[in-house]
């Protein structure tokens, strides 16, 4: 358990250090957004994905500021690539930007810009539950889950928020446990559930 522990505290390191390097909060400020961290990040249970989460908002919502700010973004030589999505007449109401960063250990890190729309369904939502998970998370439960997410190998995709409803909802403590947890699970696409 304490290479696991270590390895969360190293990588959550990494991450927060990307995030000065890049210089991603004063991006989005430049141009009037507000830039939340979501993910397992904020909740402290980062460990082998390299992924670093933000949800921002802008008032009014500027698809040219949100260009604007992944040009500025761009010009850091550590990005490798950025890739958008335009959802915003789809049900999410947003923009998404991933963005690849290369680190000293040539690593990739992917880290997901959601720009949504004032009126997206999902304004502030996800904030709101990596605060739930925050305050329910007991030592007991973090380890599972950093456990389960360590013992995933890197080429599943498995969504945090499954382990983290099997887990904290339904008491799931191992990976074979999970597998088995997430067979009997419907996939409709965004998981809603807030513990």
């Given at each position: 358990?304490?290479?696991?522990?270590?390895?969360?505290?190293?990588?959550?390191?990494?991450?927060?250090?990307?995030?000065?390097?890049?210089q991603?909060?004063?991006?989005?400020?430049?141009i009037?957004?507000?830039?939340?961290l979501?993910?397992?990040?904020?909740?402290?249970?980062?460990?082998?994905?390299?992924?670093?989460d933000?949800?921002?908002?802008?008032?009014p919502f500027s698809?040219?500021?949100?260009f604007?700010?992944?040009a500025?973004?761009?010009?850091?030589?550590?990005i490798?690539?950025?890739?958008?999505t335009n959802?915003?007449?789809?049900?999410?109401?947003?923009?998404?930007w991933?963005?690849?960063?290369?680190?000293d250990?040539?690593?990739?890190?992917?880290?997901?810009m959601?720009?949504?729309m004032?009126?997206?369904?999902?304004?502030?939502y996800?904030?709101?539950v990596?605060?739930?998970?925050?305050?329910?998370?007991?030592p007991?439960?973090?380890?599972a889950i950093?456990?389960i997410?360590?013992?995933?190998?890197?080429?599943?995709k498995?969504?945090?928020?499954?382990?983290y409803?099997?887990v904290?909802?339904?008491?799931?403590?191992d990976?074979?446990a999970?597998?088995?947890?997430?067979?009997?699970?419907?996939?409709?696409g965004?998981?809603?559930w807030?513990?």
């Open positions: 358990m304490e290479r696991i522990l270590q390895t969360a505290e190293s990588m959550q390191k990494k991450a927060r250090a990307i995030i000065e390097e890049t991603l909060i004063d991006i989005w400020s430049s009037g957004a507000t830039i939340n979501v993910g397992s990040l904020q909740t402290g249970l980062l460990i082998n994905n390299r992924d670093i933000f949800h921002i908002y802008s008032t698809l040219s500021g949100s604007s700010a992944m500025r973004l761009a010009e850091n030589p550590r490798k690539s950025i890739s958008y959802l915003i007449e789809a049900e999410d109401k947003c923009i998404e991933h963005a690849f960063y290369e680190d250990e040539n690593q990739s890190w992917q880290i997901d959601i720009h949504i004032e009126n997206s369904p999902y304004v502030g996800f904030e709101r990596a605060e739930r998970i925050s305050q329910v998370l007991t007991e439960t973090r380890e950093l456990t997410k360590d013992a995933i190998p890197a080429e599943k498995v969504m945090g928020i499954q382990i409803k099997a904290i909802a339904d008491g799931v403590r990976v074979d999970f597998w088995r947890w997430k067979d009997a699970q419907s996939d409709d965004i998981v809603t807030v513990p």
